[in-house]
């Protein structure tokens, strides 16, 4: 694993040590990133499922002003804070290692994000859709700035509606399916409710 662009060009990643994340190639990062190039610059990133952080990393190396990593697993946290000391970045990187549905439910955070990566495990989209279809409709009603886009990975073969956020773009790699969704309308300024996780 490796940075393919920008600022740290070249730098080596930590990869995972387990089976529990599933890490980009090259070739689908760089066209992933060559659809976000407009909107890079100065972005707040919220990396979903972060692995040991090649997306979000990817991002601060491209020019975002900051990004916040959210992972459960371990041995993965553990990595992606190594691989964000390495590339001495820790004044633009948060890491949230607690129930990423549950702190997207209770959080008072309003962080006006403008781009997400949501790579859940692909068991998730058939054992989890509930917590998925929250997730989504807290991101939307609290979090995503205007024009916001999420950056959704799955399975080619598995498909879920996020409403209220709308596909934009999709692409497939092999038997990957990432979709570009945007919310669907502009949330109420007045918006403080919360969408309970199951």
Request: hydrophobic share 40%.
């Amino acid at each position: 694993m490796r940075i393919i662009a920008g600022q740290f060009r070249g730098r080596k990643l930590l990869p995972p040590d387990t089976d529990a994340t599933r890490p980009v190639t090259d070739r689908v990062k760089q066209s992933v990133f060559d659809i976000l190039t407009p909107v890079m610059e100065g972005a707040i990133v919220y990396d979903c499922f972060a692995g040991t952080g090649s997306m979000g990393l990817e991002c601060l190396s491209r020019g975002a002003k900051r990004v916040t990593f959210f992972e459960t697993e371990r041995t993965a946290a553990a990595r992606l804070k190594s691989n964000i000391s390495t590339l001495k970045v820790q004044d633009q990187s948060t890491i949230i290692s607690g129930d990423l549905f549950r702190w997207f439910a209770q959080s008072t955070a309003r962080d006006n994000v403008t781009l997400v990566f949501l790579d859940p495990p692909y068991r998730y989209l058939s054992e989890r859709t509930e917590d998925l279809h929250s997730l989504a409709a807290n991101l939307a009603a609290r979090f995503l700035a205007d024009g916001a886009t999420v950056v959704f990975r799955h399975d080619a073969r598995d498909s879920l509606d996020l409403p209220p956020l709308v596909v934009t773009d999709s692409r497939e790699y092999g038997g990957m399916a990432v979709e570009f969704l945007s919310p669907r309308v502009t949330p109420p300024a007045d918006s403080d409710k919360t969408v309970s996780t199951p």
